[in-house]
Each structure stands twice: as structure tokens, then as C-alpha cells.
């Protein structure tokens, strides 16, 4: 009878044991899933915050004026790169010799700068 009594203790300690730690495993679940539905949530959060800012951009690029003040841009290039070349020319056909002159040789250098790839 003590034996029996005995081993129904220790049954009865094992069962609560493996009640604590189903518990535990219970609320590790929890927590898991708790945590995977705040990471879905970032994740959608920064998902909407990146196709905003991608719209945002599309919009910006987009605009009548960044368009117009690209196109004026453009043609601010072009008249500058043809004031360059006739000031190469000009000093070329002078037959000036610009390489002895350090201040003369860095302007004819600047000169040789491609704005188009600004």
C-alpha cells in the first residue's frame, strides 16, 4: 500500500511537471506567434512606406517642372560645351603655346571637361 501510495506521488509530481511544461511550451507558442504577427506587421508597414516613397518619386520625376528645368539644363549644356570648343579653337589656331603657362595649360585643360556627364 505505501509503494502504491509512493508511486502515485511520484505519478502525480510527473503529471504536474509535464503540465509546467506544456505551459511553458504553450506560452513559447504564443509568444512566437505574437512575434511573427509584429514582424508581418513591420513588414507590411515598410513595404507601404517604400511604395510611397517609390510614387513619390514617380511623381517627382514626373512634374512639368522637373521636366522643364531639365530641358533647360540640357540646352545650358549644349551652349556651353560650344563656347568650350570655340575657346579650345581659338586658342589652338592662335598657335600660342599653352603648355609652358601652368594658368594657361589648367584653362585649356577645364576646357577639355565634358559637361554632359554631369
Do not use: C, P
Not at 505505501?2 to 511537471?17: A, D, G
Not at 506587421?41 to 517609390?54: A, P, V, Y
Not at 549644349?78 to 595649360?105: C, M, P, R, Y
Amino acid at each position: 500500500m505505501k509503494h502504491v501510495v509512493k508511486l502515485n506521488k511520484i505519478i502525480m509530481k510527473s503529471q504536474q511537471e509535464s503540465w509546467d511544461l506544456e505551459k511553458k511550451l504553450l506560452d513559447v507558442k504564443k509568444k512566437r506567434f505574437e512575434l511573427k504577427r509584429a514582424s508581418e506587421s513591420k513588414f507590411l508597414e515598410i513595404q507601404t512606406e517604400k511604395n510611397k516613397q517609390k510614387d513619390d518619386l514617380d511623381s517627382m520625376e514626373n512634374s512639368d517642372k522637373i521636366k522643364t528645368l531639365q530641358q533647360k539644363l540640357q540646352v545650358e549644356i549644349q551652349i556651353t560645351t560650344v563656347i568650350q570648343h570655340v575657346f579650345q579653337n581659338l586658342i589652338l589656331g592662335s598657335k600660342v603655346n599653352w603648355a609652358e603657362d601652368s594658368a594657361f595649360k589648367e584653362t585649356v585643360l577645364q576646357l577639355e571637361k565634358n559637361l554632359t556627364m554631369l
